[in-house]
């Protein structure tokens, strides 16, 4: 079954906007997986995990706000997991999907743990990919550096190539899988410069962040977490600079008590593209 991108209206305090989400398989199908991607990504990211699955689920991939083909939010302070929780229970809605399982690379993991947390939440089963309630704030600070610098590439191949550069922690791909990588998320300008696909305000939340702030936001990530009571597999990249080898061992000690598989040769983060990473998801998700 061939896949569809839909839109759905969501709300903000400062308005409206829309969410825009890729579908693959039975639109009927009452067994539901979302997966949500990071930070500076794209619903695209899952096509490769998304056809493997949607004999089984039906597979719902959304360009969270601010990225890809959706909206733009009028208070660039609100692209904070809060409003990101909100759009995806409206998605929920959308889709009439009472259960759900849930795969969350990065941002999507932190998103997936904010709804996982809540009391009457819908998530089955729990997949984070690289993430967790302890982030290393020098791998914050990396992303943080990169995200709203406003870069602008007079070819696809400058453009592409800048890509991979900032993306050389997702580990080996081919040549192919790496074009794919780039093109998802580049777009052409008006003026036909290559440009990243988000809004560049992204950042201003972060650039806003203060140690006091960092510290308390920290510790209601570890209380959502604890929270969390559906079965979790976490998966980690070995070399990961943004979720340590010490956090991740802490997180299956507590709160869901997840089930640890680490890539190895793979930083931040597994794009679950490769036949082998798919079949982590695959083993964990079927059974």
Excluded at 92 to 114: K, P, Q
Excluded at 217 to 232: E, F, G, R, S, V
Excluded at 259 to 280: K, N, R, S, Y
């Amino acid at each position: 079954m061939p896949v569809r991108r839909n839109f759905v209206q969501c709300l903000s305090p400062t308005g409206l906007h829309r969410m825009s989400y890729k579908e693959w398989g039975d639109p009927s199908n009452s067994r539901v997986l979302i997966c949500v991607h990071g930070i500076t990504r794209v619903s695209d990211d899952f096509d490769a995990l998304a056809a493997e699955l949607c004999d089984k689920y039906r597979v719902v991939c959304p360009d969270v706000v601010g990225r890809g083909h959706s909206g733009r939010l009028l208070n660039p302070m609100h692209y904070q997991i809060p409003q990101y929780v909100s759009d995806m229970v409206t998605l929920l809605a959308r889709l009439n999907a009472d259960s759900v399982d849930w795969f969350g690379t990065s941002m999507g993991g932190l998103i997936g743990m904010g709804l996982a947390s809540l009391p009457d939440n819908p998530i089955n089963k729990l997949v984070l990919n690289d993430v967790g309630p302890a982030l290393n704030p020098d791998a914050i600070a990396r992303i943080g550096d990169y995200l709203g610098q406003d870069v602008r590439f007079d070819t696809y191949q400058e453009a592409a190539a800048y890509i991979k550069a900032i993306s050389i922690s997702f580990g080996p791909h081919t040549d192919e899988q790496w074009d794919k990588l780039a093109r998802d998320v580049l777009r052409q300008n008006a003026d036909g410069q290559w440009v990243r696909h988000y809004d560049l305000a992204l950042a201003e939340p972060i650039k806003a962040s203060t140690p006091e702030m960092a510290v308390n936001a920290q510790k209601m990530l570890w209380a959502a977490y604890d929270a969390i009571a559906c079965p979790t597999l976490l998966v980690r990249g070995s070399e990961s600079d943004l979720l340590t080898e010490q956090a991740a061992h802490e997180m299956t000690q507590r709160g869901p008590k997840p089930t640890l598989v680490e890539i190895q040769g793979v930083g931040h983060a597994p794009t679950f593209v490769q036949p082998d990473q798919i079949a982590i998801a695959k083993d964990f998700l079927f059974n």
